[in-house]
């Protein structure tokens, strides 16, 4: 008896297989791409059908994935009510945090208003969980759904499907599509435009939707009420006061605005809106954030200069990667005396492979290590022989790093 139901279990587990493998086959020999736009969706495609065909070369990368999945699998809920603080609407479905660079002032008998003492982070930040709970449900739906996108495991659709639903469409849980209590500084103010570098994750989950098209257990429902979400919010972004201090940020905060509106507005089909943002973008970040030869001024400016240069730089690099989905070109734009995304990865270079001394402060760890994944992924770009030069000396991504999944210089010959 214990025989036939092992036998019988066996069966089960087989036929499952089968039919995941059936889907999976069925999706690629289809040709369809996914919907993303941060991740190369032809080279997704590439991947995943390697894989089918007996690949081993992405055995570790994916591995270390699944891992990652499982692991996600067992995460609760995420939600912006989950906090004890209550913002100034009374509303706790909105999201709140504060100032992470900013204390009590000594001089003040009661602390207000808080100072800013620029790159060390005040503890009291954690009595406000809205920004780590958005990252970790970005982090849990993102490996999820790249997880069920290789795998076609239901499972990893499904608990990706109840995270968003948590977050951003049940009624009990979900969080208002505003951040007018983003970033507060006690005693000044209980919010501010800088607070919406804070949902620059968001991007990614605009990419793990795109990868959980043709689950059971996305359905169109909740297709409609992510991009009702998403277009209040965009929306939001681009006419409150908020929205529109961070769109005048000549720094890093002004990039990732453009990072998010252009892929927000991708997102819901708002092409001439993406275009307009990315064109603009050549001027307004990258002619004026970056010097000839290749210096990021107002991020050298900060106690954590390398970081916050090498911060910059990714985001521009990301809406390089975004006007590619659009058809505006940010990898070769330069203005006539030689600002560019190259000429400031060009300026990083020395520092991160140890050729010079890095001059301006840096506040914690010095991570030369920060600026590989960006040479790696501007390496498919910027071919010439200079630059493969330059990558010479920047190691390959660890056998487990996902980026291996998707980024063309990875890819087998």
């Not at 991740?39 to 994916?62: H, M, P, V, Y």
């Not at 076609?152 to 009624?171: I, V």
Request: glycine content about 6%; hydrophobic content about 40%.
């Amino acid at each position: 008896m214990r025989r036939k139901q092992l036998l019988i279990g066996w069966c089960v587990a087989i036929l499952i297989l089968l039919a995941t493998f059936s889907n999976l086959l069925a999706q690629t020999s289809q040709g369809t791409l996914p919907r993303v736009f941060l991740l190369d969706a032809q080279r997704l495609s590439e991947t995943r059908r390697s894989i089918l065909s007996g690949n081993k070369s992405f055995d570790t990368a994916l591995q270390k994935l699944e891992a990652d999945a499982r692991k996600a699998l067992k995460s609760g809920t995420f939600s912006v009510i989950n906090k004890e603080a209550t913002p100034p609407s009374g509303d706790k479905h909105d999201y709140m945090s504060q100032a992470p660079y900013f204390w009590p002032d000594p001089k003040s008998p009661n602390g207000l208003p808080y100072i800013r003492r620029d790159g060390e982070r005040n503890p009291e930040i954690k009595k406000f969980p809205d920004h780590q709970s958005m990252d970790g449900m970005v982090d849990a739906v993102s490996t999820l759904s790249l997880a069920y996108y290789f795998k076609g495991d239901e499972a990893y659709a499904a608990k990706a499907s109840e995270l968003l639903r948590a977050w951003f469409l049940n009624p009990a849980t979900r969080m208002n599509p505003n951040l007018q209590y983003a970033q507060a500084i006690p005693g000044v103010n209980s919010g501010r435009g800088i607070g919406l570098i804070e949902t620059r994750g968001l991007t990614r989950v605009v990419d793990a939707i795109g990868l959980l098209a043709g689950s059971k257990s996305w359905t169109a429902a909740d297709q409609r009420g992510l991009e009702d979400w998403f277009t209040k919010f965009l929306q939001w972004m681009m006419e409150s006061k908020n929205g529109r201090d961070e769109s005048n940020a000549e720094n890093n905060h002004g990039t990732f605005y453009d990072l998010q509106t252009t892929s927000f507005a991708l997102f819901l089909g708002k092409t001439d809106l993406a275009v307009k943002i990315l064109e603009t973008a050549k001027q307004k970040r990258i002619a004026r954030q970056i010097e000839p030869d290749g210096r990021e001024p107002l991020e050298l400016a900060r106690t954590r200069a390398w970081s916050y240069s090498v911060g910059n730089l990714d985001g521009l690099i990301t809406l390089a990667e975004l006007g590619e989905r659009a058809g505006v070109d940010l990898w070769n734009y330069q203005t006539a005396d030689g600002r560019s995304i190259r000429r400031a990865l060009e300026y990083l270079y020395p520092f991160a492979v140890g050729e010079q001394k890095w001059p301006y402060k840096q506040l914690g760890e010095w991570q030369p290590q920060m600026l590989y994944p960006l040479m790696r992924r501007a390496s498919v770009k910027y071919n010439d022989q200079k630059f493969k030069t330059m990558m010479s000396k920047i190691p390959a991504a660890e056998a487990d790093n996902r980026e291996r999944l998707w980024f063309k210089s990875e890819l087998p010959a």
